[in-house]
């Protein structure tokens, strides 16, 4: 009895341990760990400048029936990347900006990505600056700031602030997202265990260790997230 538990739990390892130790396996998890993380860090720095950007465009001619157009234009681009799948703007994306073979698989990821998060982080930056007393609009102008300096000095931070946890969450998804990178040649942590899965004729288990790696760094992240927001909460006590 003891022998046949020592088979099923020798059978049960196997697939693991020739997935992710020999050839040094493990080293591609972790390039691809790496190239999963750049593309995340680069595509959120990018997602908040277009955020931050169209959002202020929203609230500042949101009254201006003379830059309306502005307007139009941020609801369009918001409207056309919440409304389509992701995997389809990757490929729209890559063909339509990417067309060299020797282009960095680091800046392909990363734009495409930030494109798409920058629609969620608009709407996030907005309801940001929403929720900011407009009172504290009126003290800035009445300190001598005009409207722009105003939004910088006293508005955005708060603002930012506010929104910091779902801008940390934005992050999370967008870690999980880039799963799809592959469909565009980037080879991140996805690509890393199918290629070993395809090496190894074994396309399960080098999936199975990938999404371990996905669930341990999301599951650190969503703690560091935690702990930001407590201390935020007590720095506003």
């Known amino acids: 009895m003891g022998g046949q ?16 130790i020999p050839e040094h396996r493990y080293m591609n998890y972790l390039k ?15 997602g908040i400048v277009i955020g931050v950007t ?21 609801d369009v681009y918001i409207t056309i990347i ?3 799948p992701l995997m389809l703007q990757l490929l729209i994306i890559y063909n339509l900006i990417f067309t060299a073979r020797d282009t960095n698989e680091i800046l392909v990821g990363a734009v495409c ?13 907005r309801g940001g600056i929403e929720s900011v007393d407009s009172g504290q609009m009126e003290a800035g102008r009445s300190l001598g700031f005009h409207y722009m300096q105003t939004m910088r000095y006293i508005i955005m931070p708060q ?32 690509m890393a265990a199918q290629n070993i899965g395809a090496v190894n004729y074994d396309i399960l288990t080098p999936l199975y ?9 999301v599951l650190g992240l969503t ?8 201390r935020l909460a007590q720095g506003d006590r």
């Open 32 to 46: 691809g760990l790496w190239v999963t993380l750049q593309i995340s860090f680069f595509a959120i720095l990018l």
């Open 5 to 20: 538990y020592l088979s099923m739990v020798t059978d049960f390892i196997k697939p693991f341990y020739d997935a992710f």
């Open 113 to 125: 990505f930030g494109i798409n998060s920058g629609a969620y982080v608009a709407e996030i930056i």
């Open 209 to 217: 260790i990938a999404a371990a790696f996905y669930l341990v760094l």
């Open 159 to 190: 603002a930012i602030k506010n929104v910091l946890p779902a801008i940390g969450n934005e992050l999370i998804v967008l870690i999980k997202e880039t799963a799809v990178a592959g469909v565009i040649a980037v080879s991140d942590l996805t």
């Open 82 to 84: 919440r409304g389509t």
């Open 54 to 74: 169209i959002a202020v465009i929203k609230v500042t001619v949101a009254d201006k029936k003379k830059f309306i157009w502005l307007k139009v234009i941020c």
């Open 223 to 230: 703690r560091l997230l935690h702990i930001f927001e407590r």
